[in-house]
Nanobody, 116 residues
Framework: QVQLVESGGASVQPGGSLRLSCQAS????????MGWYRQTPGKEREMVAT???????KYGDFVKGRFTISRDTSRNTVALQMNSLESEDSAVYYC??????????WGRGTQVTVSS
């Protein structure tokens, strides 16, 4: 069983930056892909960024070069550096992992609020 715990969510002004982190723990063989999704009330959860074991990264179209995902496989962590934040980026951000033998696993989420 894998647990994902996010940290780093906060309130920030437009144009500001935040860094989200996610720590995986528990018993598992390996994690294929890790990433971040986000969700706002009334909307479907959407992919923000993912990174696989080969360090191949994917981003949602709305990212437009503002966010950077990184992963430390030795520490089982994934981070999301978010710059030039906009009010539309306000959401609950969820850590996600595709875990060998367990499939999709989600964290509980961390709130990001971008407001002046």
């Amino acid at each position: 069983q894998v647990q994902l715990v996010e940290s780093g969510g906060a309130s920030v002004q437009p144009g500001g930056s935040l860094r989200l982190s996610c720590q995986a723990s528990g018993s598992y063989l390996s994690i294929y892909i890790m990433g971040w999704y986000r969700q706002t009330p009334g909307k479907e959860r959407e992919m923000v960024a993912t990174i696989d074991f080969g360090n191949i990264k994917k981003y949602g179209d709305f990212v437009k070069g503002r966010f950077t995902i990184s992963r430390d496989t030795s520490r089982n962590t994934v981070a999301l550096q978010m710059n030039s934040l906009e009010s539309e980026d306000s959401a609950v951000y969820y850590c996600w992992a595709d875990v060998a033998g367990a499939g999709s696993t989600w964290g509980r989420g961390t709130q990001v609020t971008v407001s002046s």
